[in-house]
Each structure stands twice: as C-alpha cells, then as structure tokens.
C-alpha cells in the first residue's frame, strides 16, 4: 500500500491554471475510476473536492477539475485565486478493497 | 447539517490502548460506510479502516491490521475504533469521514478530528 506519488509543491500567479499529477498504478489510479482530490487548509480538516475523477460535489467552484489518463490523474485549479493556497491530496480505491492517499502538494499563490 | 464529532483521544504510553468515538449526526447514519483517517503532526493523510453500512465487513491499512479494530452503533449513531499496541508511529490527529452509501470511495464529510499522542 504505497502511497501515490504527488509533486510536494506547486505554483502559480493569481489568475493562472495549475496542474496537479498524481500517480499509481494499474492496481489503484489505473484500475479504477474512484479517484477523489482533497483540499486541506492549515489546521482544519479535509475538504472533498473532486470523485469519482472529474465529479464535482454540490458547493464547489467550477474552477476545480479532475481527469486521469492511465495510471495518473489530474487536478486542474484555474484562475488560481489566493484561497486557493493549500495542501492538496488524492486518494484512490485499490485492488486490495483498501483506500490509499497521495503524498500531498502544497499549492503556493504567489 | 452533517456533522461528525470525533472524541477519545489523549496521550497513551507505548504498548497502550485507546478507544476513539465519532458521533454523527444530520444524516441517516446506518445508510453509509465510515472510515477513519490520520494524519501525523505535518505528514499527509493515512487511511485507516472502514466499515460498511451493516458492519458486515471492515478492512484496515496493512500498518494497523491486527492492532486497531473498527466497530459501529447504529443505533447511537456512533463510529469507534479502537487501538492497541500503540507505537510513536501511531502518533495523529485521528479523522472521522463519511464514506459512500455503497462503498468507501470518497469521504465526503469530515469531523474536526482527535489528537492521539504516543509517548511515555
């Protein structure tokens, strides 16, 4: 159950789109599509912000999108906004019936 | 409102047990799978367990297996988990989440979490 690989961090000018990878394998990202993003900001609890790949929760901005292509997904934020800075992470489903977290990125707006 | 409130932790030597509970409520509790979640003091998030809707079937990370056990109340609208054998590993803030109605895929709801601190 090792963890899926994120950048630690990423960047991006207010107004920009950034990208997010994160990579598995054929046994979790790449078998399924039950991959799910979450934002974390200092000191509070998760939030939910993509599943099932691209599925936005009621609630949450248009400016957060999700895709995947083989053993790697996606979060997209576009026009980059400075409430935007936070730890970002995914998670999947795996072939195990086990669920397993990204390593987490820290989205800076500079 | 969903809310969940997790409750139960502290500080626990080496080689102790804890018992971590999450009371839930705004939402029909026995139609969802649950889980518990951690985070170490600045490390990412850790699945823990889950648990389905009836309690007919848990699974837990390969780090926890056989030390921690997940159970549920329906009837109090209550999440536990309890933990042996605690290491300094085991060190978090314990989360509480919501899964889906069939499955844990997503964790849709969280509580503000529980601190548990291992050391002597």
Known sequence: QSALTQPASVSGSPGQSITISCTGTSSDVGGYNYVSWYQQHPGKAPKLMIYDVSNRPSGVSNRFSGSKSGNTASLTISGLQAEDEADYYCSSYTSSSTLVFGTGTKVSVL | ?120
């Open chain 2, 1 to 120: 409102q969903v809310q969940l409130v997790e409750s139960g932790g502290g500080l626990v030597k080496p080689g102790g047990s804890l018992r971590l509970s999450c009371a839930a409520s705004g939402f029909t509790f026995n139609d969802y799978y649950m889980s518990w979640i951690r985070q170490a003091p600045g490390k990412g998030l850790e699945w823990v367990s889950y648990i389905t809707s009836s309690s007919g079937y848990t699974n837990s990370a390969d780090s926890v297996k056989g030390r921690f056990t997940i159970s549920r109340d329906n009837a109090k609208n209550s999440l536990y988990l309890q933990m042996n054998s605690l290491s300094a590993e085991d060190t978090a803030v314990y989360y509480c989440a919501r899964g889906g109605t069939a499955a844990a895929l997503k964790f849709d709801y969280w509580g503000q979490g529980t601190l548990v601190t291992v050391s002597s």
